[in-house]
């Protein structure tokens, strides 16, 4: 119990000096972005998670041109997906 009183204390001390440091014009966290910072072309932008996108693949028809058993040229169409 003693142990938990110690810490209790000591985080209202560190919160106190905190806030002493603290200037009081800071501005809070979710404060809007000021004219000056507009005009100089910084715009907000919806943050997109940044995760692993897969590439689609490409696919196309290609015409494979190979010897038959009796020498005659056998055309394929054959798709292609890279």
Do not use: N
Not at 13 to 26: L, N
Not at 37 to 53: D, N
């Amino acid at each position: 119990m003693k142990f938990f009183a110690q810490g209790l204390a000591a985080a209202l001390i560190a919160t106190a000096g905190f806030a002493a440091v603290a200037p009081a014009s800071a501005a809070p966290m979710m404060a809007p972005i000021s004219s000056t910072q507009s005009q100089a072309g910084i715009e907000l932008a919806q943050y997109h998670g940044g995760g692993f996108h897969k590439r689609r693949p490409v696919c196309r028809t290609e015409v494979r041109r190979t010897r038959g058993p009796f020498g005659r040229w056998i055309v394929k169409k054959v798709r292609v997906c890279r």
